[in-house]
């Protein structure tokens, strides 16, 4: 069915479950009721950590938990009604503040840690045999205590925490504010920065490449703001870092995901000495298709000559993502059809909304939301399914409690992603044709190369950027010339990159929201490559294990969670494993061609 004889209508979430509006007075109410709690719980522990021995500790952990998650509550509802509309004066005011209380309140909380962090690892062995109620947590408190090496003290850890809301969450709203607001004329129409992004997936050429001009212009346009802004972010993860002790800008994003240093250099040696047989082969075979000698940096999205480019309805979307997550485990299907049932999805386009798509987990009292922009293409289908996959995944882990239910980042993406891979393989499996099934292929294969090659080329841009911004501040040239290097380094000599393709980086908002973040995405897609490997060769049991695996949310390292499928992180091969599936699609298009 043609785009233009389908009006897409995709669902807004319901957010009742939190609050009936910004306006609600039981919000007041709450953060009132919250202060006395907190005033109560710092008279009766503050300076008094040490005296504590099994059963006290627990329960002043568990009075902590109930705490923190009141004031995560009142944050994630102001989070959800910001990304809603961000054009939103009001929105943005309540948003705003909702955070300074929250941080103003959540301040008087630093001592518990720090002096979580000063219990003797001797004292605190003998605490857990004497109660088993305490050594429930034992997971949070080893990931509490492996921060201890780089805490501060009270006053300057309050300090930081205090700073971080005008300073760097400030920074990053002028960030999403400026681009929830971009307008892109293009064809005598004003396009958001979704929509015109839309564009690069079209079969017209001529569309892909004036709306990429009309958007790389944009971004030129904009680009002084944009570096100001990065500049600004990496100088105050320089200062934080260096009071912090870490040595290298990625470590205290190494520390939070609970995964080694040498893991991560691994994993981006190994995608980097895999990009000949990856990404440069595969766009050399799709420039062959597209009759080009070299791919420009438009067509590199660009559907195959022979592809249909159908347009699902959000009915077509669901039916389609919730029979696959069926056919690998009904349990699942069911958590994700809650989804949907029970209005946890915002689909809808609308001015102002965040551009992107995630899954907030919230807090394990309530439940997730999802948040995408839904135009009816079927890599709209594979973000649905990937953020479905963060749901269901959050949804299992909640009963772990609100200290211990989020899962480090490299994990995050497992479920997610998986959940793409099994909604490509139903897709594949219907399709007998060998056009059709050349098409579904190589979508999966440009998907996987923009989650693991283009994410790595991504990481290697921040490492880059951050060491020079540890000497002196950046020039937007500069920004653009080391995004330039690493991009076409990484996606070869049969992609033309050129113009104000330097300044795509300023869209990568990653680079801004958490630095660091993107090689969790190459993390997650060589696991799942892995892991749907092992569930090839063995699927007997497979399904419980994965479920177990989801469930536990972050109450153990990834190579407890990685040991009942016979996979290792910390092996050598472990992420060339992930790389091969990558590579053996790509000889079957070869053989396809």
Request: aromatic share 12%; hydrophobic share 35%; glycine share 4%.
């Given at each position: ?21 910004p306006?609600d ?11 006395k709690?907190?005033?109560?719980f710092?008279?009766k522990?503050?300076?008094n ?28 509802y ?22 300074e ?8 909380l630093?001592f ?32 509490t ?30 960030y ?22 839309n ?33 600004t972010?990496?100088k ?7 009071w ?8 205290s994003?190494?520390?939070?995901n ?11 040696k ?19 298709w597209?009759?080009?000698e ?52 915002d ?39 990937h ?15 609100y ?25 594949l499996s ?25 994410q ?15 000497d002196?501040e ?20 049969y ?22 973040y ?14 749907y ?21 972050g ?13 290792d ?13 990558v590579?053996?699609?790509i ?7």
């Open positions: 069915m043609e785009k233009s004889k389908l009006k897409i209508e995709a669902p807004t979430w319901d957010l009742t479950d939190f609050y009936e509006s306006n007075p039981k919000i007041e109410e709450d953060f009132k009721i919250l202060s709690k907190i005033e109560s710092c008279k522990y503050e300076a950590i040490h005296k504590l021995q099994g059963d006290g500790l627990y329960q002043a952990i568990k009075d902590y938990e109930s705490i923190s998650e009141s004031i995560s509550f009142i944050t994630s102001a989070v959800l009604v910001y990304t809603q509309n961000m054009n939103d004066k009001k929105g943005a005011s309540f948003y705003q503040h909702a955070l209380k929250a941080a103003d309140l959540s301040k008087k630093i518990f840690c720090l002096e979580i962090n000063q219990i003797p690892d001797k004292s605190l062995n003998q605490f857990y045999k004497e109660s088993a109620e305490l050594k429930f947590y034992k997971p949070w408190i080893d990931d205590r492996v921060f201890k090496p780089h805490q501060l003290d009270q006053k300057t850890e309050t300090l930081f925490h205090e700073l971080s809301l005008p300073a760097s969450n400030n920074w990053v709203r002028l999403d504010e400026t681009f929830a607001s971009l307008k892109f004329s293009f064809q005598g129409k004003e396009y958001s920065c979704t929509e015109i992004l564009f690069s997936f079209e079969a017209d050429k001529n569309l892909r490449k004036e709306s990429s001009l009309v958007f790389g212009e944009k971004l030129k346009e904009i680009s002084r703001q944009s570096s100001l802004i990065l500049n972010l990496a105050e993860k320089q200062i934080s870092d260096t912090h002790h870490y040595d290298r800008p990625v470590a994003r190494n520390r939070e609970h995964v080694e240093d040498k893991v991560i250099e691994t994993l981006l190994s995608v980097q000495n895999n990009y000949q047989k990856t990404s440069h082969r595969f766009y050399k075979l799709k420039a062959k597209l009759g080009q070299k791919l420009n940096y438009w067509d590199r999205n660009a559907p195959l000559p022979t592809q249909k480019m159908q347009t699902y309805s959000w009915d077509e979307a669901r039916d389609i993502v919730l029979e696959a997550y069926h056919q690998f485990s009904p349990e699942m299907a069911k958590i994700g059809k809650q989804f949907f049932d029970n209005s946890w999805i689909a809808a386009l609308r001015p102002g909304k965040d551009g992107g798509a995630f899954s907030h987990a919230t807090v394990p009292s309530v439940h997730p939301y999802i948040l995408q922009n839904y135009q009816g293409k079927v890599w709209d289908i594979m973000t649905l399914a953020e479905l996959g963060h749901g269901i995944h959050q949804v299992l882990s909640a009963k772990q409690g200290l211990m239910a989020d899962t480090p980042l490299t994990l995050a993406e497992t479920a997610s992603i998986f959940g793409e891979m099994l909604t490509f393989q139903s897709l219907k399709t007998q044709n060998k056009e059709e099934r050349k098409t579904i292929l190589a979508g999966k294969v440009s998907d996987m190369l923009n989650s693991i090659v283009r790595i080329s991504f990481s290697l841009f921040e490492h880059k950027f951050h060491d020079i911004r540890r002196h950046l020039t937007t040239e500069e920004i653009c010339d080391i995004w330039m290097e690493t991009q076409k380094e990484s996606l070869g000599p992609v033309e990159l050129s113009g104000n393709y330097a300044y795509y980086w300023s869209y990568i908002s990653h680079f801004f929201h958490v630095p660091f993107v090689y969790a995405y190459a993390f997650g897609n060589c696991l799942v490559n892995s892991l490997m092992r569930f090839q060769e063995s699927p007997k049991g497979f399904q419980d294990k994965y479920i177990s695996m989801l469930s536990a949310g109450t153990l390292h990834h190579k407890d969670l990685l040991k009942p499928f016979n996979l992180a910390t092996k050598s091969n472990f992420w060339d494993q992930g790389l091969d599936l590579s053996t699609m000889d079957e298009l070869e053989d396809l061609s």
